[in-house]
Structures are given as C-alpha cells and as structure tokens.
C-alpha cells in the first residue's frame, strides 16, 4: 500500500462519513420535534444510555447536552440491570443509542424503563427495531454503508449519531436561550471560561500592593515607590485617592532628556494627567486585548468616580490562563 492509498482510503472513509451526516437533513421530522419537546418539558435530566461505540458516543453527548444547558449523564446498560437503575427517576428522559436497536442490554430494560413512566428517545438505525417501536420519539441515524470496508466496524454509523445528538443538543440550547456567560459558569476551569468570566478586579494588585504617591512628592520619592511596588508606573492621587495622573518608566526617560535640575522636580509637573484606565468589572480578556494594542505593560484601575482600586500588570494577564 503506498502513501498514495492511504490518502485515497482517506478521502473515502472521509466521503462516506459525509454522506452520511447529509443524509441526516431530509430525516428531520416531527420525531425531533417530540424529542426536543419531550426534553424540555422534563423536570428531571436526560438519561443517555448505550453500549460499546454506542456507549462512547453516548457518554459524549452526555457531556454536551450537561455543558449547553440541559442537565444530562451516561447510564452504563449494563450496569443498569445491577442498581444503577436506580439513579433515575419518573421525571427523566431516556436517549437510548443502538445502531440495531436490538441492544439485548438497552431492549431488556425497556419494561422497566416503562414502569417507571420514563419518556424515550430512540437514536437507532431501524425504525422496525424493538427500541424503535417502544420508543416515544425515533430519531433515524441508519446509514446506508459504514466507511469500513467489510461494513462491519461503526463509522458512518457512530458518525452520523454523535451529529445528530449534537444537532439535538444545539436546538436546546438554542430554545432556553443558553448565553456565553452560561456555558462559561459550566466551564470555569478552562481557558474559554476565564476569557468569559475572569475580570480584570480577578486579577488586579490591591491595597499595599498599588504603586500610589500623593500630590505633591518628589519626583525622587516617587520613583523610590516605582522600584518598591516593581509594576514600572506610579499612580498620582489627591487626598481622597482620585486618580490624576500616573507616572511610568517612559515618561521617566523623556524627563531625563528634558529636565536640568532633576533633584527639584515635583512629580506633578511631569506626570501623564489623562492615563488610560480600566474598570475592576472589565473582562480580563478585554483589558489583554487593549494593553496589546495600546503596548502597555500596566495600568492604574478606577471605579465609575476615578477613585483608585487598584493596579494591572500585563504579565499578570498572560498568566492567568485567559490564553
């Protein structure tokens, strides 16, 4: 087999797989209405039960349905028949996945899933399976051929399946309205929830740890405050902590170009009066975005009165996990 094969077998599995998935569009009918009403006229999770590749892709759409607003968990059916049965409740939803829909581990439930008045979804590619005819809504993700050559391995199959439950799980997120913000509170510890939540006040140097001078000081003085806080700037502020100026390591440059006397010089007379400011309730991701472009390495933080709150280093940002 030369390399020349492997891209060819590639670009077959790759087609297949494709086709599969288009095949899907026409097949939406009033089945996926009934799911997805099923769904979120339910007071309780949805149950996502499978096994082998089935199961692998259950577990998966578990985890997006949990993830975009719809409480969900996997159900091993096997260990189902050994007490885990007992993790659901009347109030569920069953998503049953079975390409045959004659899983003799899901089908051997049913009766009991039955009993307990719990709605199911079946994701099979039968609709005259035994899952398919108990089933109170049947969603269709038969494909005509797997991508294996014997047609034996699932490919296609389990292809089609995982796109349609994310098909199933983006339409309910879409109907509750599921935000940005929502799918962050569900994902605080990755680097797409911290760009969502994370905000500069998460982040900021604080009390003692701001670089801050009165009115007034000398400019030998301040710079004394610029070494010992080590942010490279210096906030200026009046007697009640308004901000009205800062003082940083370029403006110190053009003041050794510039002064004569530079032991006689007062901080006032050379600081930056309009220094850009951000807000402690400014997204961290935000405030990145702007000292990037800006190429500022700190920043003092003010409330809505430019009172000060507090100061923001760059590096502070960067390895905060926001990228």
């Not at 899907?24 to 309780?44: H, M, Q, W, Y």
């Amino acid at each position: 087999m030369t390399t020349a094969d492997f891209r060819a077998s590639a670009r077959r599995t790759l087609t297949l797989e494709q086709e599969a998935i288009a095949a899907l569009v026409p097949r939406l009918n009033e089945d996926f209405d009934k799911a997805c009403t099923l769904i979120l006229a339910s007071r309780g999770r949805v149950v996502v039960s499978g096994i082998g590749k089935s199961g692998h892709i259950g577990r998966k759409l578990a985890a997006t349905l949990a993830s975009t607003g719809t409480p969900a968990f996997f159900l091993h059916p096997a260990e189902a028949s050994h007490g885990d049965l007992g993790m659901m409740t009347s109030e569920d939803v069953l998503v049953a996945l079975s390409n045959s829909g004659e899983t003799q581990e899901i089908t051997a439930l049913l009766p009991l899933f039955k009993r307990k008045g719990v709605p199911i979804i079946a994701m099979t590619g039968r609709r005259d399976s035994t899952l398919s005819r108990h089933a109170d809504a049947f969603l269709d993700v038969g494909v005509e051929k797997e991508a294996c050559p014997l047609n034996l391995a699932p490919t296609s199959s389990t292809t089609a399946t995982l796109a349609l439950g994310d098909a199933l799980a983006i339409a309910l997120l879409e109907a509750r309205g599921f935000s940005a913000n929502d799918f962050a509170l569900s994902h605080p510890g990755g680097s797409l929830g911290k760009q969502l939540l994370l905000t500069v006040g998460d982040v900021m140097h604080t009390g003692e740890a701001i670089p801050r001078v009165p009115l007034a000081t000398p400019l030998r003085d301040t710079l004394f405050e610029i070494t010992r806080k080590g942010l490279g700037f210096a906030c200026i502020v009046d007697q009640n902590q308004q901000l009205c100026g800062i003082y940083t390591d370029g403006d110190l440059r053009r003041t050794l170009d510039k002064a004569t006397d530079f032991a006689t010089l007062i901080t006032d007379d050379v600081m930056t009066r309009t220094p850009l400011t951000v807000s402690a309730d400014m997204l961290a991701a935000e405030a990145l975005r702007l000292m990037e472009t800006r190429r500022i390495t700190a920043l003092p933080v003010v409330d809505g009165t430019q009172h000060l709150v507090g100061a923001l280093k760059l590096q502070d940002l960067l390895t905060s996990g926001i990228v």
